[in-house]
């Protein structure tokens, strides 16, 4: 099948001539004729197969006729990353040449003014990060009523970038009669939901099974030691004779480690991540494509959609978290039917994610090779997420499992009458009585519970204790008399002197007697003890006239 069977117009088969392309790709067979009847297309198939194109080309024969208004766009491509949006910008620069739609760009790293230029001058293709647009809509800059065709492209990508509110935001500002475009290389659940409650009545095309890498792509797994992945990485670059390469990684500060550790072997590399400025991203992906250096350590702002044309090699210096982006990274390479080769480094605590990986794609990755530095497979436990009982060292042999530590024993703690140490031992109280010099002076008071009192609780008795008199307290009222209370032990809890250790003295304090000058009534009281509780709140003073 040619793209004149597609039922494209003459200038797009014109501007596909011009770029050398003759036969449509799976997915571009299926796609485009469905989309060009104006139906909804909900689209799965790996990453290099061509998806781009095929929502690109029948959205320019789409909107040709007709012309767009102010700060209103007739279409919408929704990109979860700077690198595609810009990607997406090209490839309408290149089918669109016969053809006069004028298109913008609004990602972030930009000057808005910029943007909102272009916007009020009317756009007919909006391509866009969801951040940097709902910025224009919710400034009034941008009206999203008159859109014909809105695109989301690698859906998959946006949920894991958490994307997804905003993209549920952006399709309320979109008209409810508008034409839907779901494409990803995935298809979980997740976005089989949002696709539902997205499109009407889509038609699905799925081209390959979902997340299969290309049978074009040459894969090897290694395990190593993590503490030699720097220089195991050096090795393998050294081997192979690498022209050009994409190293991945999971953590961003890994990368710069990563580059240095490279520049310092000799190897000419610069690295690449989103903690890194919109110009300098775009500077340093240029330049890779000129071939102006050989080695690019990323991180997974280039495992999506990045078209570079004859990559040999990809290298995964960690293994990904998500199963999903490991077709991704290596989809870079073995692409439009040359043949690459993506080489992976993983650790045995990765192992876990290299079992998620190969359940995905439905087969083990082969083994690979690199002398003195390549350790064991683990065994069937680690890879299911399990705790292993033993590992492998270096040759690949077992090792003696870890003899589990057992956990110290801890006495139960026992009601009062069941421990022999306080049998043995009788609690008391200590009690503080002032000496006629008014010095406080301990007194030990027997407080040792009968067994009456051990059975039922005794009422509060009180014993009026005659308060010393001193020189400071004449001439006062006399206090009150204190309480002396015997409570019973407290069976739900250890008795009080048990929460210390048996060599602390005991605690000295006031006791059950309260010094007389400390019960002393205030000069100008308007109470008395035996005054009820509404007597004893103050009383306002009348001001006098």
Same mark, same amino acid.
């Given at each position: 099948?040619?793209?004149?069977?597609?039922?494209?117009?003459?200038?797009?088969?014109?501007?596909?001539?011009?770029?050398?392309?003759?036969?449509?790709?799976?997915?571009?067979?299926?796609?485009?004729?469905?989309?060009?009847?104006?139906?909804?297309?909900?689209?799965?198939?790996?990453?290099?197969?061509?998806?781009?194109?095929?929502?690109?080309?029948?959205?320019?024969?789409?909107?040709?006729?007709?012309?767009?208004?102010?700060?209103?766009?007739?279409?919408?491509?929704?990109?979860?990353?700077?690198?595609?949006?810009?990607?997406?910008?090209?490839?309408?620069?290149?089918?669109?040449?016969?053809?006069?739609?004028?298109?913008?760009?609004?990602?972030?790293?930009?000057?808005?003014?910029?943007?909102?230029?272009?916007?009020?001058?009317?756009?007919?293709?909006?391509?866009?990060?969801?951040?940097?647009?709902?910025?224009?809509?919710?400034?009034?800059?941008?009206?999203?009523?008159?859109?014909?065709?809105?695109?989301?492209?690698?859906?998959?990508?946006?949920?894991?970038?958490?994307?997804?509110?905003?993209?549920?935001?952006?399709?309320?500002?979109?008209?409810?009669?508008?034409?839907?475009?779901?494409?990803?290389?995935?298809?979980?659940?997740?976005?089989?939901?949002?696709?539902?409650?997205?499109?009407?009545?889509?038609?699905?095309?799925?081209?390959?099974?979902?997340?299969?890498?290309?049978?074009?792509?040459?894969?090897?797994?290694?395990?190593?030691?993590?503490?030699?992945?720097?220089?195991?990485?050096?090795?393998?670059?050294?081997?192979?004779?690498?022209?050009?390469?994409?190293?991945?990684?999971?953590?961003?500060?890994?990368?710069?480690?990563?580059?240095?550790?490279?520049?310092?072997?000799?190897?000419?590399?610069?690295?690449?991540?989103?903690?890194?400025?919109?110009?300098?991203?775009?500077?340093?992906?240029?330049?890779?494509?000129?071939?102006?250096?050989?080695?690019?350590?990323?991180?997974?702002?280039?495992?999506?959609?990045?078209?570079?044309?004859?990559?040999?090699?990809?290298?995964?210096?960690?293994?990904?978290?998500?199963?999903?982006?490991?077709?991704?990274?290596?989809?870079?390479?073995?692409?439009?039917?040359?043949?690459?080769?993506?080489?992976?480094?993983?650790?045995?605590?990765?192992?876990?994610?290299?079992?998620?990986?190969?359940?995905?794609?439905?087969?083990?990755?082969?083994?690979?090779?690199?002398?003195?530095?390549?350790?064991?497979?683990?065994?069937?436990?680690?890879?299911?997420?399990?705790?292993?009982?033993?590992?492998?060292?270096?040759?690949?042999?077992?090792?003696? #499992?870890?003899?589990? &530590? @057992?956990?110290?024993?801890? /006495?139960?703690?026992?009601? =009062? $009458? !069941?421990? %022999?140490?306080?049998?043995?031992?009788?609690?008391?109280?200590?009690?503080?009585?002032?000496?006629?010099?008014?010095?406080?002076?301990?007194?030990?008071?027997?407080?040792? #519970?009968?067994?009456? &009192? @051990?059975?039922?609780?005794? /009422?509060?008795?009180?014993? =009026? $204790? !005659?308060? %010393?008199?001193?020189?400071?307290?004449?001439?006062?009222?006399?206090?009150?008399?204190?309480?002396?209370?015997?409570?019973?032990?407290?069976?739900?809890?250890?008795?009080?002197?048990?929460?210390?250790?048996?060599?602390?003295?005991?605690?000295?304090?006031?006791?059950?007697?309260?010094?007389?000058?400390?019960?002393?009534?205030?000069?100008?009281?308007?109470?008395?003890?035996?005054?009820?509780?509404?007597?004893?709140?103050?009383?306002?003073?009348?001001?006098?006239?």
């Amino acid at each position: 099948m040619s793209f004149s069977e597609l039922g494209l117009s003459d200038e797009a088969l014109r501007a596909v001539a011009d770029a050398g392309y003759h036969t449509p790709t799976p997915i571009q067979q299926q796609a485009i004729p469905i989309i060009l009847q104006g139906r909804d297309v909900l689209g799965t198939a790996q990453t290099g197969t061509g998806k781009t194109a095929s929502f690109t080309l029948p959205m320019i024969d789409i909107l040709a006729a007709g012309r767009a208004k102010a700060r209103m766009a007739r279409s919408l491509i929704l990109e979860p990353t700077r690198e595609l949006a810009a990607q997406v910008q090209e490839s309408f620069k290149v089918y669109g040449k016969y053809h006069k739609l004028t298109v913008a760009l609004l990602i972030g790293g930009v000057r808005m003014e910029e943007q909102e230029r272009l916007i009020d001058r009317g756009v007919d293709v909006l391509i866009a990060t969801p951040g940097r647009l709902l910025d224009h809509a919710e400034h009034g800059g941008l009206l999203l009523g008159g859109l014909k065709v809105l695109v989301i492209d690698e859906a998959d990508r946006m949920l894991d970038m958490g994307f997804i509110p905003d993209v549920e935001k952006i399709a309320k500002l979109a008209p409810t009669l508008r034409q839907t475009l779901f494409f990803s290389a995935t298809m979980p659940k997740e976005i089989r939901r949002l696709a539902d409650r997205f499109l009407q009545n889509p038609k699905s095309v799925s081209v390959d099974p979902p997340a299969s890498p290309a049978e074009t792509v040459d894969q090897l797994l290694i395990y190593i030691d993590a503490a030699d992945k720097r220089e195991a990485m050096r090795s393998l670059l050294k081997q192979h004779e690498v022209p050009s390469a994409l190293i991945f990684c999971n953590r961003k500060r890994d990368i710069g480690v990563l580059t240095r550790s490279l520049k310092n072997a000799g190897f000419d590399a610069l690295e690449l991540h989103g903690d890194m400025s919109q110009p300098a991203r775009t500077e340093t992906l240029e330049k890779f494509r000129r071939g102006e250096f050989t080695i690019l350590v990323c991180s997974d702002v280039a495992a999506r959609g990045l078209d570079i044309q004859g990559l040999p090699f990809v290298f995964l210096y960690d293994v990904p978290t998500h199963a999903e982006d490991y077709v991704h990274r290596i989809g870079r390479t073995g692409r439009a039917g040359m043949v690459g080769r993506a080489i992976t480094l993983a650790t045995h605590e990765e192992a876990k994610y290299v079992g998620q990986v190969e359940q995905l794609i439905g087969r083990p990755i082969p083994m690979g090779s690199l002398p003195n530095f390549e350790r064991g497979q683990p065994d069937e436990d680690q890879k299911r997420g399990r705790k292993s009982r033993g590992g492998r060292g270096r040759s690949g042999e077992r090792s003696a #499992p870890v003899a589990a &530590v @057992q956990p110290a024993e801890t /006495p139960l703690r026992t009601a =009062p $009458e !069941a421990s %022999p140490v306080a049998a043995e031992k009788p609690k008391g109280r200590v009690r503080r009585r002032r000496s006629a010099t008014g010095v406080a002076q301990a007194e030990s008071v027997d407080a040792t #519970p009968t067994p009456d &009192v @051990q059975e039922t609780a005794a /009422p509060r008795t009180e014993t =009026p $204790e !005659a308060a %010393p008199t001193t020189e400071k307290s004449e001439g006062r009222s006399a206090a009150p008399p204190a309480r002396a209370v015997q409570r019973p032990p407290r069976d739900d809890r250890q008795p009080r002197n048990d929460r210390q250790d048996r060599g602390d003295k005991p605690v000295v304090g006031l006791g059950d007697h309260m010094p007389a000058f400390l019960m002393a009534t205030m000069p100008g009281s308007e109470t008395t003890d035996d005054a009820s509780d509404d007597e004893k709140k103050p009383r306002r003073r009348r001001k006098s006239s």
